[in-house]
Every structure is written in structure tokens, then in C-alpha cells.
């Protein structure tokens, strides 16, 4: 056996159990979609203005409530572990779980939620923002005026996000930047930093507008501000926290993942919460703890990330011979190292007479040293019995749309350029293989072979039986037939340059495509413009591009080829991605089937122009990414715990093959899973540790058959307390999205909503009655939870879950897929988007330090209440950013930033011309950094206070009152009322 451990990183994420291999028995296909407990009494549908494209030249009036177009990745891990004996001798062997000291405090603190504590009052420090840019007569701020949030008692309370002043304490300690980035401050080399607060400016004798004046919209709730609007956030995640009176509940930097209360030997290798991360920290004892503290319990897994892993090899993989838990960093070894016991089902095994001998290198090994002892996440080299049949190749299959309309906007071209730019780099080896079908009204099939001095194009006039000319040249080494492809890819948008087909038989070529690689499995890329209107796949539903209250009809397949092509697919290990250009209505809640068993992704451009920079720029970019990111191939998953705990609810896109067994013929390092978990029967009462094992057995792009084991190890937890001290507020919003989601599409809209509000009201009243408080004690949360309802409101306010009139069937079907499958990383601010202020930056913030990191500004309420008038504001949802800039901002600054005045500005999409000002440094700086940590391209869209688009940058501010949608506070009463 021999060792290839990684450059020094902390230990990778927590051990997996071993995979069936290829050749598994399949079950029949489930979608993997839980069903949301009883909701409460349905709520009427509220009305509300609509939405328009985001990207499109020229905005239609209404603001939309989402778009459809990455959040930093997950906190990093710290220093590698000290090499040291990993487990405890005992001299004797016993069953069941190990005897521990009695109870007692958690043997380490949890991690804080937030950085330090902000200080309150007080002169400004040496460090004070001060702005360079004079502010016109006419931008003098008069003092803000309370409205609008009247508290049950009587009286007014100030809004959540009410006039902050983001200022600046001591800097954000963060780790040191890893390879892939740290959620904790921000994203790859990001440090999150408290800046202090920025300079106010003398009020207007006669009252005046309030700051932001115009662009406040009806009803947004205004809190009064004061010098220094941050609070002090308390870090202790038991601490009780008042909802109703404290305005500011976002700590002024990125919210770091909650840390187990584990022993420093435990959380040394614990696996990153970036890899699996769990709505709960304490697992509780007894399945009736955790019903009284109404929290979903779920881990959410992201197996395939691109962090480099210790590899294993060695002709022998030590399991355990029950429960088939691969040997991970707490099992415990007994009789003086001869025997050890499982840290699963407790198990005792023996322990192989080779164990501490390497058999490759011949040489003695210490224990101390091996990387499955020491690290959570480890990567074994799989040897034969893990394969059926030699490690497949990556295998291109590219089906592409050349009806008139994706000819007309662009796509043809912008995709056979961005494939051409790419090809020399796709992910894969000598043995890579490709493959074109391009479709209208009839199929076209292309002739590669090396014996073609340049390709010949096959057309099939008979979609409704199509066979298959010359397979073996249709699909090609790529090395040996390269001159070829790139001549196809060349020559492809001339070929169709004045076609007049408006059909598409976009069914017909996924089945063409199919039969091309279904022996060898493959990778299909679909790109596709028109709506589908001949063959089997025709979607014949009416073009009503609207939906309105609980009316989701247009989210339901309105044709079931699809979905029974992907669980088709799945089985010929074939994966599926989807990349929609449609310009109108494409029914994407049909077409997305395609990639839901397969465990693919849709990729949707609405409005698509590739005269647009930007929007073409982003697609590039993204078919780049698609291109040479990693790949596993024909992949298994499955998830292992303790004794007495079992997945129930599979979330995701995959094939359930078994009960707890997911085929994924490609994983990538784009999609995540979400696995409900239940109880089989209670813990031991005297355990006081439970453990989590993913296992991931796939072939590697270069050819290996390979085991990724990740083990996660959480204490238990036998009270209330000690549950919601240890809860992950980001992480259960995540469950509910997905969990709504299935109640949306199997009720109603209505139902969803509901039972979101009412699962948070359940979780706070529960927890106010084991503080002994009654009604009167107001709506209190543990620290741990204060900002869950905060991520409600958003998801509320959602494209996926809006009630607002306007939404796009299309953008409302895009938003609850990208909710399905986004990393929690990218999804918490999905759920929630940042806001910046750059018009006020301190001089150390957007520009790297000393140690390559980027300091970050500080994260304000998404709330009009902020907005200052002559400010520039910067909003980030993971999809996209919106740069706003205020009527009366400071001409010079306009020219530092734009190179243009404010009356020049021109609103869309945008990049930020290069300028020599330290202001235009630090904004191209800040944006980016903040695409750096997206596998999606953020396309920039500057709006100003004038512009059509102003709206949609106002739909963003969740706090705030919005047409029917509640402000925070206004759902903070509604779920107080629940609660008591």
C-alpha cells in the first residue's frame, strides 16, 4: 500500500462506506422527493406586480420577483493534524456503544456564528471611513422618521435593517485562505472585515426627504438610525435572542457553519462542514426529543468538491464486516491494537495481519501515519472487485438545436465557438471520445473518422423511426479525429446560416443520441432553443407564460417522455445537462425532467440575444466551466450513520437504484444532495457520539476506478437545550426550500408557504416553553436560529415560492430546480443576496492584503432603509449582481467608477470600465472576487434610480414590504401570533 497525501491542508470531510459496484441490481426509479409535514390553515393568495427578464436589451415594466441566473464556498479547513496514535487502546473487547465519562459541559466551545462583537458608542476610531467625494447641497440627509412596524403592544418598533451604519471594530479574524476559498470570510483569499461607521451628514433644516428618497418603495418600513446602528451580536449559539426587539440580526460578515462540540482529538479530523454539513450539530438520543424540538433533521452532502484528497492504494480495503463501514478516523482499536470496533454498529473485528505493512512499498507503516486514520476525507484507489466491465471513457455527446430561432439569437454559434475554444482543454484523457447530432425537423448525424478528409453531415428525413448510419464514425477518439471536430465546429453555423425550419424534434435526437453511446455510457450535453412541436417529445402546452397564486399547473410535466428518457438514461450510465436559450416560453418545467434522474443540470438564458455582451459572455464563461471542470464518472453514492438512524427523503437529481443507494452516471463538483434522516429506534443513552459516512464510488476522468469517503462525527444531545444550541439556521432553510418545494408541486403553493411559517412558529414556540416563558415573553429564538426567519422571508419572496402575479412559469420552474441541487454555499444566498455599500469604503477594503486576501465590506440588511442618497450599492444573490447607484451621487465618483457622469450612465448589463482610481480598483476588486467563487458567471446589471429596471433591484430587498409579500417584522408578528 502506498500513500500520495495531499500539499498540507486540514483533514478532508469524514470517511464513506463502500459502493456496490457498476453492476448493481437497479430498483425501481424514485425522484427522490419528501413530502413536508401537514401545513397549517391555507392563506389567500395576495397580488402584486410582476417581473421581467434581467438580461433582455430593453426591460419590460414590472419588477420580477427572482431571475434565473454562484455564494462563496464553504468555510475552509485549518492547519493538517498533528501525526499522532488516532485511536484508544483498551485491553478488552466489548459490544455496544463505548462507556464514556458521565455528562456534563461540551468539552470545547462551539465556534462563533459571527466575528467579534461590534463595539457600541463611543468616539470614532483612528480607522474612521471617511468619504473623498463632497456631497451636492441638494444630498443633505434629514433624520429618519419610524413607520410602519407597529409592535403588538402598541406603539412603533424599529425595522430589522433599520439604518445601519456599517462600521468597523477589530478586523474579521478568518483562517488562512485555502484552494477553494472559506465561506467564514467571504469566498476564495476573501477576509471579511467590520468596518466602523461611515461619516452621516447634517440633516435638513426643514425635514426633507428620507435618505433614499426615491428609492423607498410604498410601505418599505423605516427604523430609526442611530451612529451606530449594530448591535453587539452575542456568539453564544444557546443564548436567548429577542426577534421582536432587536432590528439588526446579520452580523456584519459572512455566517460561518456551526462547529461540533467535539473533543479537540475528535474536531482536529473532523470532515469540513463544506463536504457534509447536518441542520443539527447534537444528534438527540430519542426520536421523541426530537419531535419536540420541531427542527427537520437532515445532512446535506457535497461529495465531489475539487479539493485535492489523500490517496489510498492498497490491494486490500479494511471495512467492517457488518455494517461495511470503511475504517475512518474514530474507530477505536482494542487488545492492545489487534482487534477494533466499529464506530457505526460497534462492532469488533479483527485486524488484518498486514494492516501496519505496506505491501507496494514494502516497508513498515505507522499507524500515526496512515491517511485514513487521520483525515475524514480520504480517496481510495478501487482495485478489481469494484468493476464490472474496464473504467469508461469520457464520452461527448453533443445534441444541438439549428432550428431558425437558434440560429436567429446566436446560440448556434456562440455554442460551437465556446466548444471550439475549449476543446483542446475538456476534462479527459487519451481516450476521450465525441460525438454531434444537430436537429430541426430532421436529424443530422456527422461522419469524423480519420478516413474523412473532412466531415460529411448524415441526414435522416424519417424522425419518427430513425436509424442510425455508420455508428462506429459518428462518435470518435477526439485526439486522432481533432482536425475533423474542428472543422465541423467551424463550418456549423455557416451550414445553417439561412435555414427556415421553426420545428424541433428535440425528442428524437436525445433518442438518436442515446443509441450512439448507450453500450459505453457517456456525458449528453443538450442545447436547445425552440420549444419542442413534432415527435414524441411534443409539448403542446398553451405559451401562458404567467402564473398566479396557487395555480402551478404549468410546473407539472405536460409530457412524460422526458422524465422516462432520463431513468432510461441513468441505467445506460449516460448523464444529461441542459442548457435552454429560449427566447420565449420553452415549458422548462417539461424539459427539465430530462436532467433529473440523470443526474444532470439545467442551465436556462432567459431572453437569450447574443448581441447582448454580457449575456453572451456569460454563456462562454459557463460552457467553459461545463467543459473542464472535474468529472466522475458512472458513479454510486451512499450514505451510512450510527446504529438506530437511516435516510428517508432523498433531494437532489439522481436515480434511487435501493433504499439508501443513488446511481449518478456523472457527479460533478456543481451538485449537491440533501438526505432526511429518521430513526430506526433510539440511541444508547450512554452514547455519546454519532457518525455520518458518504461513500462515492466513481470512475475517474483519467480511467481509475476510485472510493471517496467522507465521515462526519457529531455528539448526541439528551435535552431540548442542548438541540437548539446546536442548530444550523442556513442549513434548515435549505431542508424547508426543498421540502416546500415537493408540497408546492404536490398541493399548492399556498400549502408550502404555510407550512414554512408554521415550522418556524412550531420551532420558537417550542423553544420559549423550555425557557418558561409563556405568551408574554415575546418571540424569543435561540442564538443559533435568529436569522431563520430572516432565509424564510427570502425563500417567501423567492421566485420559486412568490404569489406575486408576473412570475414566468419558466423563471418559477428554474429557481425550484436550482433550489434542488445548488451547494449551501451558493444557496444561503440564493435564499438571502448580500449588499455592499462601495461609496464609503475603508482604505484596507477591496484591495488584497499581505496574504493575498481580499478584504470584503460589510454585509448590510437587504432593506431600503440603508439605502443613503448619493450612495453606490452592490447586491449579490449567487446568481447575478445588481450595481445601484443614487440620484444625487457625487459627480467625481460617477467619473472614478464609470468614466461618465450620472446622467450618462446606461443601465443593463455591464462591466466596469478599467480606471486608475482606487475607487474603480476596489469595485472591479470586489466583483471579481465575487465571481471567483462561482462556478456560474454573475453577470453585472447597473441600474439607476431612473431606470426601468430600478424595481427589480427594489424586489431584492427582502426586508421590506413588497406589494402583498409581508415586510420582516410584518412576518415576525405573523409568526408570533402562531407561536402563542
Known amino acids: 500500500m502506498s500513500y500520495s497525501q495531499p500539499p498540507p491542508q486540514p483533514p478532508a470531510g469524514p470517511g464513506a462506506q463502500p459502493?456496490?459496484?457498476?453492476?448493481?441490481?437497479?430498483?425501481?426509479?424514485?425522484?427522490?422527493?419528501?413530502?413536508?409535514?401537514?401545513?397549517?390553515?391555507?392563506?389567500?393568495?395576495?397580488?402584486g406586480q410582476g417581473q421581467a427578464p434581467l438580461l433582455a436589451q430593453e426591460p419590460p415594466k414590472g419588477p420580477p420577483p427572482g431571475s434565473q441566473w454562484g455564494a462563496p464556498p464553504p468555510s475552509g479547513q485549518g492547519p493538517p493534524p498533528q501525526q499522532h496514535p488516532p485511536a484508544q487502546m483498551q485491553p478488552q473487547a466489548q459490544q455496544g456503544p463505548p462507556?464514556?465519562?458521565?455528562?456534563?459541559?461540551?468539552?470545547?466551545?462551539?465556534?462563533?456564528?459571527?466575528?467579534?462583537?461590534?463595539?457600541?458608542?463611543?468616539?470614532?476610531?483612528?480607522?474612521?471611513?471617511?468619504?473623498?467625494?463632497?456631497?451636492?447641497?441638494s444630498a443633505t440627509i434629514p433624520p429618519p422618521v419610524p413607520t410602519g412596524f407597529a409592535q403588538p403592544g402598541g406603539g412603533a418598533a424599529p425595522g430589522p435593517s433599520g439604518g445601519m451604519s456599517p462600521a468597523v471594530s477589530q478586523p474579521y479574524a478568518a483562517p488562512p485562505p485555502m484552494a477553494n476559498g472559506d465561506a467564514a470570510s467571504g469566498g476564495p483569499g476573501f477576509a471579511a472585515t467590520d468596518p466602523r461607521a461611515r461619516p452621516r451628514y447634517p440633516s435638513q433644516p426643514n425635514g426633507g426627504s428620507t435618505p433614499g428618497a426615491g428609492a423607498l418603495p410604498p410601505g418599505a418600513g423605516q427604523a430609526p438610525a442611530s451612529a451606530l446602528d449594530r448591535p453587539s451580536l452575542s456568539t453564544d449559539p444557546a443564548a436567548a435572542f429577542d426577534l421582536m426587539g432587536s432590528r439588526t440580526v446579520l452580523p456584519p460578515s459572512p455566517v460561518r457553519a456551526p462547529i461540533p462540540e467535539l473533543p479537540e482529538s475528535h474536531r482536529r479530523r473532523n470532515v469540513s462542514p463544506k463536504v457534509i454539513r447536518s441542520s443539527l450539530n447534537r444528534v438527540p438520543i430519542q426520536q421523541a426529543l426530537l419531535r419536540k424540538s420541531k427542527i427537520p433533521f437532515a445532512v446535506t452532502i457535497y461529495p465531489f468538491g475539487p479539493e485535492e484528497l489523500p490517496c489510498i492504494e492498497s490491494t486490500v480495503i479494511r471495512r467492517c464486516r457488518t455494517c461495511r463501514t470503511y475504517m475512518n478516523p474514530f474507530v477505536t482499536f482494542l487488545s492492545h491494537g489487534r482487534r477494533w470496533r466499529c464506530n457505526m454498529c460497534f462492532r469488533v473485528d479483527n485486524v488484518p495481519e498486514d494492516f501496519d505493512y505496506d505491501s507496494i512499498q514494502r516497508k513498515h507503516v505507522e499507524r500515526s501515519e496512515r491517511p485514513e486514520l487521520n483525515y475524514a476525507s480520504v480517496e481510495y484507489v478501487a482495485p478489481s472487485e469494484y468493476m464490472v466491465r474496464p473504467p469508461q471513457p469520457c464520452i461527448y455527446m453533443f445534441v444541438i438545436d439549428v432550428s431558425q430561432e437558434a440560429v436567429a439569437n446566436g446560440m448556434v454559434e456562440l455554442v460551437c465557438n465556446a466548444i471550439l475554444a475549449n476543446l483542446k482543454t475538456m476534462t479527459g484523457?487519451?481516450?476521450?471520445?465525441?460525438?454531434?447530432?444537430?436537429?430541426?425537423?430532421?436529424?443530422?448525424?456527422?461522419?469524423?473518422?480519420?478516413?474523412?478528409?473532412?466531415?460529411?453531415?448524415?441526414?435522416?428525413?424519417?424522425?419518427?423511426?430513425?436509424?442510425?448510419?455508420?455508428?462506429?464514425?459518428?462518435?470518435?477518439?477526439?485526439?486522432?479525429?481533432?482536425?475533423?471536430?474542428?472543422?465541423?465546429?467551424?463550418?456549423?453555423?455557416?451550414?445553417?446560416?439561412?435555414?427556415?425550419?421553426?420545428?424541433?424534434?428535440?425528442?428524437?435526437?436525445?433518442?438518436?443520441?442515446?443509441?450512439?453511446?448507450?453500450?459505453?455510457?457517456?456525458?449528453?450535453?443538450?442545447?436547445?432553443?425552440?420549444?419542442?412541436?413534432?415527435?414524441?417529445?411534443?409539448?403542446?402546452?398553451?405559451?401562458?407564460?404567467?402564473?398566479?397564486?396557487?395555480?402551478?399547473?404549468?410546473?407539472?410535466?405536460?409530457?412524460?417522455?422526458?422524465?422516462q428518457f432520463s431513468v432510461e438514461s441513468s441505467r445506460c450510465q449516460i448523464g444529461i445537462d441542459l442548457f435552454s436559450f429560449g427566447r420565449g416560453y420553452v415549458d422548462l418545467a417539461t424539459l427539465s425532467q430530462t436532467v433529473k434522474f440523470a443526474a444532470g443540470m439545467t442551465y436556462f438564458y432567459e431572453a437569450f440575444s447574443a448581441t447582448n455582451v454580457e449575456q453572451r459572455r456569460k454563456a462562454e464563461k459557463e460552457i467553459g466551466h461545463y467543459l473542464t471542470r472535474s468529472l466522475g464518472l458512472e458513479a454510486v453514492l451512499r450514505v451510512r450513520a450510527s446504529s438506530g438512524l437511516v435516510m428517508s427523503t432523498f433531494h437532489g437529481h439522481f436515480f434511487v437504484r435501493s433504499a439508501d443507494l443513488l446511481a449518478l452516471p456523472n457527479v460533478s463538483p456543481d451538485n449537491s444532495y440533501t438526505l432526511q434522516v429518521t430513526y430506526e429506534h433510539d440511541l444508547p443513552e450512554n452514547q455519546q457520539y454519532a457518525y455520518f459516512q458518504v461513500a462515492l464510488l466513481y470512475t475517474s476522468s483519467t480511467g481509475e476506478r476510485r472510493i471517496r469517503v467522507h465521515t462526519l462525527a457529531l455528539p448526541t444531545a439528551t435535552t431540548l437545550g442542548e438541540i437548539f444550541s446546536s442548530a444550523d439556521a442556513q442549513a434548515i432553510a435549505s431542508v424547508l426550500a426543498k421540502m416546500a418545494i415537493?408540497?408546492?408541486?404536490?398541493?399548492?403553493?399556498?400549502?408550502?408557504?404555510?407550512?414554512?411559517?408554521?415550522?418556524?412558529?412550531?420551532?420558537?414556540?417550542?423553544?420559549?416553553?423550555?425557557?418558561?416563558?409563556?405568551?408574554?415573553?415575546?418571540?424569543?429564538s435561540p442564538n443559533s436560529l435568529r436569522l431563520l426567519p430572516l432565509y424564510v422571508l427570502g425563500l417567501l419572496k423567492n421566485a420559486a415560492f412568490t404569489v406575486e402575479p408576473g412570475v414566468a412559469i419558466d423563471s418559477r420552474a428554474n429557481a425550484m430546480t436550482m433550489m434542488k441541487v445548488l451547494p449551501l454555499w451558493e444557496l444561503k444566498e440564493f435564499m438571502y443576496p448580500r449588499l455592499y455599500a462601495l461609496h464609503n469604503l475603508p482604505e484596507d477594503v477591496g484591495l488584497k492584503d499581505e496574504q493575498n486576501r481580499l478584504p470584503m465590506p460589510v454585509v448590510l440588511h437587504a432593506s431600503a432603509s440603508v439605502i443613503e442618497r448619493g450612495g453606490i450599492y452592490l447586491l449579490s444573490n449567487s446568481q447575478y449582481m445588481l450595481l445601484y447607484v443614487t440620484r444625487d451621487t457625487p459627480a467625481q465618483m460617477c467619473s472614478d467608477l464609470f468614466a461618465c457622469g450620472y446622467s450618462e450612465l446606461k443601465c443593463g448589463p455591464v462591466d466596469i470600465p478599467r480606471g486608475e482610481s482606487t475607487l474603480s480598483k476596489k469595485v472591479r476588486n470586489i466583483v471579481r472576487g465575487l465571481r471567483s467563487c462561482h462556478p456560474r458567471y454573475l453577470v453585472l446589471v447597473l441600474i439607476t434610480e431612473e431606470s426601468k429596471l430600478r424595481p427589480i433591484f427594489m424586489q431584492h430587498l427582502v426586508d421590506d414590504k413588497m406589494g402583498s409579500q409581508p415586510s420582516y417584522f410584518e412576518l415576525l408578528q405573523d409568526i408570533q401570533k402562531r407561536a402563542s
Do not use: W
Open 742 to 780: 415537493d408540497r408546492a408541486l404536490s398541493s399548492r403553493l399556498s400549502d408550502a408557504r404555510e407550512a414554512m411559517i408554521n415550522l418556524v412558529a412550531d420551532c420558537l414556540k417550542a423553544y420559549r416553553e423550555l425557557m418558561g416563558g409563556g405568551a408574554d415573553r415575546g418571540l424569543i
Open 99 to 137: 462507556q464514556g465519562p458521565p455528562r456534563g459541559p461540551p468539552q470545547a466551545s462551539q465556534a462563533p456564528l459571527t466575528g467579534p462583537p461590534m463595539a457600541v458608542g463611543g468616539p470614532p476610531s483612528a480607522h474612521q471611513a471617511k468619504s473623498r467625494y463632497p456631497r451636492p447641497a
Open 429 to 563: 484523457d487519451a481516450r476521450t471520445k465525441v460525438g454531434f447530432v444537430t436537429f430541426d425537423h430532421q436529424l443530422h448525424f456527422y461522419n469524423l473518422a480519420t478516413s474523412q478528409s473532412q466531415p460529411r453531415m448524415l441526414i435522416v428525413d424519417d424522425i419518427e423511426d430513425a436509424f442510425i448510419p455508420l455508428p462506429q464514425d459518428l462518435v470518435v477518439n477526439l485526439k486522432e479525429s481533432f482536425d475533423n471536430v474542428k472543422l465541423l465546429l467551424e463550418g456549423l453555423p455557416a451550414m445553417f446560416k439561412g435555414t427556415t425550419s421553426t420545428s424541433s424534434c428535440l425528442a428524437e435526437a436525445l433518442k438518436a443520441g442515446r443509441k450512439l453511446v448507450q453500450h459505453l455510457g457517456a456525458r449528453m450535453t443538450v442545447f436547445q432553443t425552440a420549444r419542442p412541436n413534432v415527435g414524441e417529445g411534443k409539448i403542446e402546452r398553451p405559451q401562458d407564460a404567467k402564473l398566479n397564486g396557487d395555480d402551478l399547473a404549468g410546473l407539472q410535466p405536460s409530457n412524460a417522455f422526458y422524465k
Open 19 to 47: 459502493m456496490p459496484p457498476q453492476g448493481y441490481n437497479e430498483a425501481t426509479g424514485n425522484s427522490g422527493q419528501g413530502v413536508m409535514s401537514a401545513p397549517g390553515p391555507p392563506r389567500g393568495p395576495p397580488t
